[in-house]
């Protein structure tokens, strides 16, 4: 995150990327775009990531779908994933699956939500807006990434009643207090203690693809831009993405480069005592994301905190870590807490599995981004009805009509 503060000119507007939704018969949602059936032309996210790689610059794409050092964590996640086996069962008769849940207190109509994810806005123009809306209008959480190119305050009239804000925790207690206070008068209830993010870490294909901290808009960058129009269009009407809030706190600092100061504000590193002084300042629920041992998990539930977010940060950070749903029984086990869980999500059979192994709901943050990319406001939209589809048709064929019989189909335990 901190790797990839980003020097680009200020400009407004958002693109101008509008799609008419109209109903699909098989769905109880949108999914077309100007009258195209998109269930037939991308019926899986993979399809909306391949057409994302296409229309979203080289340097931009690697930034989004690269992890750490080998990249051995990221693809652990998917195949920890794919050895998860639910147990099928006949004879059930007519049924609609239900999807509703609840989480720290509130009803929510499906388990699934859109993970916090920095400097979103460069990823496809005016994402953090397209986002909460999309996520206001299903009713899903969004999760605002302190880097995100947009602040709180901005997103005060897109979000719904399930906003959460994810915060790296900045070392200035000052700074730390304007910001809950300006994340809550705009609206987020739920706060999100990213910490998985001790240090920084190396994506060496982020770096090959073209990224420098600063970035420079060199000849290179440029010719990727030149082969996306739609992409550099929207940035262009947008203006290049920042990391807002964190630059806010720098603006009457003029002393060093925005960079440095920004580097110095965030502390990403918080021990036990910046969690207890958090948990004193925040009285809204308070998840701590990015946990993967059983023995933060009790400690964390000890110590107040809401809920427990188990995540590898995508395998972005550590590449010799263990996939999420392999460390998710363990933490299960360790709390009573509600368990989130990201991580690898490629649909709704993914879902069901890592309810199945324990957790309470689960987020995803590249596969909306892949819809964006793909398909503009649609796109996110689509993501939505592709695991919604998803999970339906699955509960089906192994006979859940609601989430709480899912652990009951596991035929396997924990993934190796
Ligand atoms: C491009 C990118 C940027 C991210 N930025 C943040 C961030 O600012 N804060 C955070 O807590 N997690 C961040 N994450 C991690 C996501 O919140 C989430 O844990 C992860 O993407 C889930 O895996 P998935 O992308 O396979 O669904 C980022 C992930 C990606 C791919």
């Known amino acids: 995150m901190l790797s990839f503060e980003l020097k680009y000119a200020r400009r407004r507007h958002l693109p101008a990327l509008h799609f008419r939704r109209v109903a699909f018969p098989f769905t109880d949602r949108s999914s077309s775009v100007l009258g195209m059936d998109l269930h037939s032309k991308y019926p899986a996210i993979s399809d909306l990531k391949?057409?994302?790689?296409?229309?979203?610059?080289?340097?931009?794409?690697?930034?989004?779908?690269?992890?750490?050092?080998?990249?051995?964590?990221?693809?652990?996640?998917?195949?920890?994933?794919?050895?998860?086996?639910?147990?099928?069962?006949?004879?059930?008769?007519?049924?609609?699956?239900?999807?509703?849940?609840?989480?720290?207190?509130?009803?929510?109509?499906?388990?699934?939500?859109?993970?916090?994810?920095?400097?979103?806005?460069?990823?496809?123009?005016?994402?953090?807006?397209?986002?909460?809306?999309?996520?206001?209008?299903?009713?899903?959480?969004?999760?605002?990434?302190?880097?995100?190119?947009?602040?709180?305050?901005?997103?005060?009239?897109?979000?719904?009643?399930?906003?959460?804000?994810?915060?790296?925790?900045?070392?200035?207690?000052?700074?730390?207090?304007?910001?809950?206070?300006?994340?809550?008068?705009?609206?987020?209830?739920?706060?999100?203690?990213?910490?998985?993010?001790?240090?920084?870490?190396?994506?060496?294909?982020?770096?090959?693809?073209?990224m420098t901290n600063p970035p420079t808009v060199g000849p290179k960058i440029l010719a990727q831009m030149a082969l996306c129009p739609v992409w550099t269009n929207g940035i262009r009407k947008a203006g290049m993405p920042r990391p807002k809030l964190m630059e806010s706190y720098t603006e009457n600092r003029s002393a060093l480069p925005s960079n440095q100061h920004i580097g110095y504000l965030m502390r990403t590193s918080p021990d036990w005592d910046y969690f207890k002084a958090l948990r004193e300042t925040w009285d809204g629920p308070l998840v701590v994301k990015g946990v993967m041992n059983p023995g933060d998990a009790a400690r964390l539930s000890d110590e107040g905190a809401d809920a427990i977010w188990v995540s590898n940060h995508a395998g972005r950070q550590f590449a010799g870590g263990a996939a999420t749903i392999t460390a998710l029984p363990g933490i299960r086990a360790a709390t009573r807490l509600p368990v989130i869980f990201d991580s690898g999500i490629t649909g709704g059979l993914d879902i069901l599995r890592a309810i199945a192994l324990g957790a309470d709901f689960v987020m995803l943050g590249r596969a909306f981004h892949y819809g964006l990319g793909a398909l503009g406001d649609a796109g996110a939209a689509h993501v939505v009805d592709i695991l919604r589809q998803d999970m339906i048709s699955n509960m089906g064929q192994i006979g859940a009509r609601q989430l709480s019989d899912l652990p009951a189909t596991l035929a396997t335990p924990a993934a190796p």
């Open 50 to 210: 391949s057409r994302a790689k296409r229309r979203i610059p080289h340097f931009v794409w690697e930034y989004l779908d690269s992890a750490t050092g080998d990249e051995s964590t990221l693809h652990r996640n998917h195949a920890a994933l794919q050895n998860v086996l639910l147990r099928t069962s006949v004879l059930h008769g007519e049924f609609t699956p239900d999807l509703s849940t609840s989480l720290l207190g509130q009803d929510h109509p499906l388990p699934f939500g859109v993970a916090p994810v920095g400097m979103s806005g460069l990823i496809w123009p005016g994402a953090e807006h397209s986002l909460a809306r999309m996520a206001a209008q299903e009713n899903i959480p969004y999760c605002l990434s302190t880097m995100a190119s947009k602040t709180p305050d901005d997103l005060a009239g897109d979000i719904g009643a399930h906003a959460w804000f994810q915060l790296y925790p900045p070392r200035d207690m000052g700074i730390l207090d304007d910001m809950l206070r300006r994340a809550k008068a705009a609206g987020f209830t739920t706060l999100v203690l990213t910490v998985d993010v001790p240090v920084a870490s190396r994506r060496e294909r982020q770096i090959r693809g073209g």
